[in-house]
């Protein structure tokens, strides 16, 4: 369990580019046009974690597998695309059925590679790409508003609940504002997800800069983390011409390549690492002789919705679950020594999942 994160932007801002980056393919077409992307392009990348490797040289496991991202390449939005223009309904659709956004934005001037807009303006981009999806989703919500009305008048329980959250989100968009800032419970969530609201997705700008601008950046780029930080979002820079060059190179080839332009990780690494914090994920591991493995929960999520990614009958005959923080079974190298030292725990379907934790399943089949 990771995350469906959907790479978008007007055409041209070098999203494809990122895409084969990230998944190391030549799986989605980097051209200077637009809709070169015909159909979205799914692709997977592992989560790179140290402690991986820690964990694996404490247990002598024989394999590592790591946790697992899905990125989908959508082709460029347009002006418009809310009505259609472009290939706005198809790419529309698909951003519907993302976890996040990762808002890709031209933060680099380049005479050989066209702006679709005519001139290089990451805030404008920003906000052409925002007003087509809330166009979109005022649209949606409109068609929908009188029958949940009719039905709440008839006292149907959901469609009054529904309307709760409907009619917040309405006022929002029409005053240009996206759905994310409806103010809402907890116990509303699920509800509101259900929505299938663009604008209520997290967003992550991604600051396309030049091969010069990618460890400091640039004035293109600060202007993008100053809108990020005004609306609670995330943003990183990133070069994808880099990214592409990189994703080619060996391991130690790479490290070589990254320290000759004062990089110390690759452009991924900070991407996934602003995806967690966006979605607000946190990463368990189970290690014994055969795998070191790392999985992904929502951070709240309780022990026995953590045994469930691993496997649902974990989950239905949950008994217990054997813990140990990750610092620890370093520390006192492996189970026995964390037993021995009593940091190994024993915790029940309370227990909320911490980032790090080596846990181990007791159930009843």
């Not at 198809?90 to 933060?107: G, K, W």
């Amino acid at each position: 369990m990771g995350f469906k994160c959907g790479i978008v932007g007007l055409p041209n801002v070098g999203k494809s580019t990122l895409f084969n980056a990230l998944t190391e393919t030549a799986a989605a077409q980097a051209a200077n046009y637009p809709f070169c992307t015909i159909e979205p392009n799914v692709g997977e990348v592992a989560v790179p974690d140290p402690r991986l490797d820690k964990l694996c040289a404490v247990a002598s496991s024989l394999q590592i597998i790591p946790t697992r991202l899905t990125f989908v390449d959508i082709a460029g939005l347009v002006r418009g695309a809310s009505k259609g223009e472009g290939l706005g309904n198809q790419f529309l659709a698909t951003i519907r059925e993302v976890d996040a956004i990762a808002h890709v934005v031209r933060c680099f001037e380049d005479g050989d590679v066209t702006h679709v807009e005519g001139k290089v303006d990451p805030i404008a981009d920003i906000d052409t790409i925002e007003t087509e999806l809330m166009l979109a989703d005022l649209d949606s919500l409109e068609r929908r508003a009188d029958a949940l009305e009719k039905k709440a008048k008839g006292n149907d329980k959901e469609a009054k609940e529904t309307l709760e959250l409907v009619k917040p989100a309405l006022e929002l968009l029409r005053e240009g504002k996206p759905a994310r800032m409806v103010e809402r419970k907890p116990e509303q969530e699920k509800l509101f997800r259900g929505l299938g609201l663009m604008t209520a997705k997290p967003v992550l700008y991604v600051c396309n800069v030049e091969e010069g601008a990618a460890a400091t950046g640039n004035e293109f780029a600060k202007r993008v983390e100053a809108r990020a930080k005004e609306e609670g979002a995330v943003a990183v820079v990133i070069s994808a011409k880099i990214e592409s060059e990189i994703a080619v190179l060996s391991r130690a080839e790479r490290e070589e390549y990254l320290s000759a332009i004062d990089l110390k990780e690759p452009g991924l690494d900070r991407l996934i690492r602003a995806g967690y914090q966006l979605l607000d994920l946190v990463t368990f591991f189970t290690v014994g002789p055969k795998e070191t493995r790392a999985w992904t929960v929502t951070r709240g999520s309780r022990a026995p919705q953590a045994a469930g990614v691993i496997h649902t009958d974990f989950e239905r005959g949950f008994i217990r679950a054997e813990t140990i923080a990750y610092d620890d079974y370093i520390t006192y190298d492996g189970e026995a020594g964390a037993r021995d030292a009593g940091r190994f725990r024993l915790e029940g379907k309370d227990y909320v999942v911490a980032d790090g934790d080596v846990m181990h399943f007791r159930f009843n089949t």
